[in-house]
């Protein structure tokens, strides 16, 4: 039996980007697309042009240069949301404009104050208007497992009559159970007379940890399109995680009888990534691409899998990229050598980045006899995701031991100007941040912090995350070292660096 594809629709840049913190500038977001489109999703959900200029641009950019999938911007049922889509989709090969509206009781009387009547008129209208200027409309009614059914189908009825050749069935508030979620994808199936025109879509939302199990009852009951994002990024719980959805299909062929066409040996590169420019941490457990989701720790399983892997294994860890800590090069590698790796790692830079690397490189490898291909992840992603500098931290000593109090000294260089601050604090950590806070005179609330050791050994690097809370916005700073509390200060500077470069930047926009 020919298997049917699926369409994987990534909306990591859309709503992923909706998580506390998550927001991405649009060198990081052009960076996300490449990624994607090298793990072959069909889809990417690229941003929602009418919400802001970023997003205008970051969909354009991702439109002219992002090739392969489909590139698509959100927009309201609104005449004004859906033109501005349009002109930041212009240049993409495949354009699509997914406009929704709301159809449950509950959001159209308490948040839009209208009937179901206008609702309904707006969405058919707006399809059309869509329509107008691309083949390629998805319509999604908002909040539709709380929908009343039979007006839920007559708005897709009406819409796909309009032009849609997507039907989007959102779970927007994360409430539906599975078995619930796969018969209302069926009875929309065997209800809504001309169903066969367009693609049947589901887009989950985690609240009660359901998300995966809803999206994939659903293409087990007739959907082929699943609306999912990377690590599970999104709003509030966040959405279906893409990894478990390509997985769960490829690994249960047997039980699905679909195929996903993801390049899945790209998964954890692009979990890295993400996790990476977001600063929102995987948590260990999490199916994947969690650092312990092929770790087998007791005896009886080690025994196991040393005896045939599939006896604890049902995927290899190999199918979704991992690799196994790979030494790479030492203190004595050259420049050429170091390029050519970086190569074979699937990097091509310029000779003045590739410079730059090769120097840290070299710090790095003065420090830690061993440099692995995760350290030299590290170092790239340090150097990449970088922002212009307001900030940059020259010096730093801290002491502190038994009987001794942590004291730091700083030194910070502000627009060519060096200020040296010390103090204490509670904790060698807390020393460094309460004298950089000091230098700085921010205010901004540290939210929290998280250390990882990239690979094994006390010589490893840590990859310290912090998120930093302002008036009106969260932003993340990643740093790495070899030494942790310079890693946690770099983090510190790069999410002030952040902070600073967020605010500059709106006050441009507002002049
Ligand atoms: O959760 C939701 O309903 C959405 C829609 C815009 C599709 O994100
Ligand atoms: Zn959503």
Redesign the pocket.
Same mark, same amino acid.
């Given at each position: 039996m020919k298997k049917e594809n699926i369409i994987i629709f990534d909306?990591t840049l859309?709503?992923g980007e909706?998580s506390p913190g998550a927001s991405m500038n649009i060198e990081e977001k052009l960076k996300i697309a490449h990624q994607l489109a090298r793990l072959k999703v069909d889809v990417i959900e690229a941003g929602f042009a009418f919400s802001s200029q970023g997003d205008f641009e970051a969909i354009r950019c991702v439109g002219m240069e992002v090739k392969g999938p489909v590139i698509c911007s959100?927009a309201r049922c609104k005449a004004q949301d859906i033109d501005v889509a349009w002109n930041a989709l212009k240049d993409a090969e495949k354009p699509r404009i997914?406009t929704?509206i709301s159809t449950s009781d509950i959001h159209l009387k308490h948040q839009f104050s209208m009937t179901k009547e206008q609702a309904l008129e707006r969405a058919v209208k707006m399809v059309q208007r869509a329509k107008g200027y691309v083949k390629d409309v998805e319509f999604?009614p908002?909040?539709?497992t709380r929908s009343d059914f039979k007006y839920l189908c007559k708005v897709i009825e009406e819409t796909i009559e309009a032009g849609a050749t997507t039907v !989007?069935i959102?779970?927007?508030?994360g409430y539906s159970m599975p078995h619930e979620f796969g018969a209302l994808i069926r009875r929309i199936k065997e209800t809504v007379p001309n169903i066969k025109k367009a693609v049947i879509s589901v887009?989950c939302?985690n609240d009660l940890g359901l998300a995966t199990a809803n999206s994939l009852a659903a293409l087990k009951n007739g959907a082929t399109q699943v609306?999912c994002t990377i690590n599970g990024l999104?709003?509030r719980a966040g !959405?279906a995680a893409l990894e478990e959805i390509v997985m769960a299909v490829k690994t249960r062929k047997d039980f699905f009888h679909l195929n996903a066409t993801a390049n899945t040996k790209e998964i954890m590169k692009t979990s890295n990534m993400v996790s990476r420019i977001t600063g929102l941490v995987v948590q260990s457990n999490k199916a994947i691409v969690g650092a312990n989701a092929f770790a087998h720790e007791s005896g009886i399983h080690q025994d196991g899998v040393l005896k045939m892997k599939q006896t604890y294994e049902i995927m290899s860890p190999s199918s979704i990229g991992l690799k196994r800590s790979k030494l790479v090069l030492g203190k004595h590698s050259g420049r050429h050598a170091f390029r050519k790796h970086l190569n074979d790692m699937g990097y091509e830079f310029s000779d003045d980045k590739i410079n730059n690397l090769f120097e840290r490189f070299k710090n790095l490898a003065d420090q830690k006899k061993e440099v692995f291909e995760e350290d030299l992840e590290a170092i790239i992603a340090d150097d990449t995701y970088r922002i212009p500098e307001h900030y940059i931290l020259k010096e730093l000593f801290v002491s502190s031991g038994i009987g001794s109090k942590p004291n730091a000294k700083v030194t910070i260089c502000i627009e060519g100007e060096d200020f040296k601050a010390q103090g204490g604090g509670d904790g060698k950590v807390d020393a460094a941040f309460r004298v950089i806070k000091k230098i700085t005179k921010t205010k901004y609330k540290l939210v929290s912090y998280s250390v990882k050791s990239i690979t094994g050994g006390t010589d490893a690097q840590g990859e310290v995350s912090v998120r930093l809370k302002g008036k009106d916005q969260i932003v993340h700073g990643t740093g790495a070292d070899t030494d942790i509390i310079l890693a946690s200060a770099k983090a510190f500077i790069n999410a002030l660096n952040r902070m600073h470069y967020k605010i500059s930047k709106k006050k441009q926009r507002s002049l």
């Open positions: 909306t859309r709503d909706q959100l997914h929704f999604s908002m909040d539709a !989007n959102p779970d927007t508030v887009h939302h609306e999104g709003e !959405n």
